[in-house]
């Protein structure tokens, strides 16, 4: 088991400060690898680290454009910090790219509710 399949697995237990310095070292050590960088960015997002988050899924996005994998952590980075026209456009290249990946939709439903409520939505800011 490499050290990607390991973070995966810690993750899977949602053990995101365990995980995080083996996805680190996997970038580290293949700074090529569009799909360590994504998901580095999940496990960033789930330990507060939003900023840091964007910038490891931008990365593997720019690495692999057409891997939806990559979009659907962009997507998933500009939600968390709330930026969600951007989400929507990262939302709608992995529906681009796969246009049957149902989290996509629920994504673009989030954006929908968002506008639907500017009021609320304000207030939590």
């Given at each position: 088991?490499?050290?990607l399949?390991r973070?995966?697995l ?6 995101f400060a ?7 070292s996997v ?10 960088h994504a998901?580095?960015s999940f496990?960033?997002r789930e330990?507060?680290q939003?900023e840091?988050a ?11 454009p ?7 952590h962009?997507a998933?980075?500009?939600?968390a ?7 929507l ?11 049957s990946?149902a ?5 673009e ?6 506008r ?10």
């Amino acid at each position: 088991m490499n050290e990607l399949e390991r973070a995966r697995l810690l993750m899977g237990q949602r053990r995101f400060a365990q995980a995080l310095p083996l996805l680190e070292s996997v970038v580290t050590q293949d700074p090529e690898d569009a799909v360590a960088h994504a998901t580095l960015s999940f496990c960033q997002r789930e330990l507060g680290q939003k900023e840091l988050a964007l910038a490891s899924a931008q990365k593997g996005v720019a690495l692999a454009p057409d891997l939806a994998y990559a979009h659907y952590h962009l997507a998933w980075s500009y939600c968390a910090l709330r930026q969600f026209r951007q989400m929507l456009k990262a939302t709608h290249r992995l529906l681009a790219i796969n246009p049957s990946n149902a989290d996509a939709y629920l994504l673009e439903a989030l954006y929908w509710a968002h506008r639907e409520q500017p009021e609320k939505n304000a207030q939590k800011r």
